[in-house]
């Protein structure tokens, strides 16, 4: 029973390149929370989506970041035109209904050159 | 106030020490509480949910303040292995959750 899946593990880009990062949820949840975390800092809430909808983005920067959690295929986090300060660690999580305790995937190093 | 707010810490114990830590929210309708683990550079681990009635799983014991709005994790004979950031965790509204700063641990030989 596969845990939350997340890929790439690592991610270097250059500024103004795009950065896309995927999440695979546990198998039999529906429900997933993309979280940003800078060095030495707590985890930040960005996004919580079920499949095909978006359901609260109120942590979400309003420009360059987008996410989706289609029908098919994993959730993606998308930056456009990344800038030294997107680097961090982007954590998924995902749970099986609202409310509940989330699992969380091993992250996506982004690094900003 | 911050919506959830813990000490930062850190504590540095003994090992086989008694060590707790406390946390308070800010959103007095909130239902749903955590602890977490995350040792460094890795992902938050679940470690315990927390109840009203409060609850123990081996060295660990949770508790749940509604009047006060702070929920506290206790751990009894510390490891060196309990060294990592604990993680207070609350819901804040139906749809998500959030996450404290978090309480630096280190248990020294």
């Known amino acids: 029973n596969a845990g939350v899946m997340q890929n790439p593990r690592h991610l270097v880009r250059r500024r103004g390149q795009e950065a896309r990062l995927r999440c695979s949820p546990m198998k039999g949840h529906s429900h997933v929370y993309w979280y940003r975390q800078l060095p030495e800092e707590g985890l930040k809430f960005m996004v919580y989506l079920q499949k095909e909808n978006i359901i609260d983005e109120s942590g979400m920067p309003k420009e360059r970041f987008s996410a989706e959690f289609p029908k098919e295929g994993p959730s993606i986090l998308r930056i456009q035109q990344v800038v030294r300060g997107d680097s961090a660690a982007y954590f998924c999580?995902?749970?099986?209904?609202?409310?509940?305790?989330?699992?969380f995937g091993p992250g996506t190093r982004l690094t900003v050159t | 106030r911050k919506e959830v707010e813990q000490d930062p810490g850190p504590f540095n114990v003994p090992e086989g020490a008694t060590v707790a830590f406390n946390c308070t929210y800010s959103?007095?309708?909130?239902?749903?509480f955590f602890w977490y683990r995350q040792d460094c550079r890795k992902e938050p681990k679940l470690l315990m949910s927390v109840y009203s009635s409060g609850n123990e799983d081996g060295r660990f014991t949770a508790q749940l303040n509604r009047a006060s709005q702070y929920i506290s994790l206790l751990i009894r004979d510390s490891k060196l292995s309990d060294s990592a950031t604990y993680l207070c965790?609350?819901?804040?509204?139906?749809?998500?959750?959030?996450f404290g700063a978090g309480t630096r641990l280190t248990v020294k030989p």
């Open positions: 965790v609350v819901n804040y509204n139906n749809n998500d959750m959030r």
């Open positions: 999580a995902s749970s099986p209904g609202q409310v509940v305790e989330q699992y």
């Open positions: 959103n007095s309708a909130s239902q749903s």
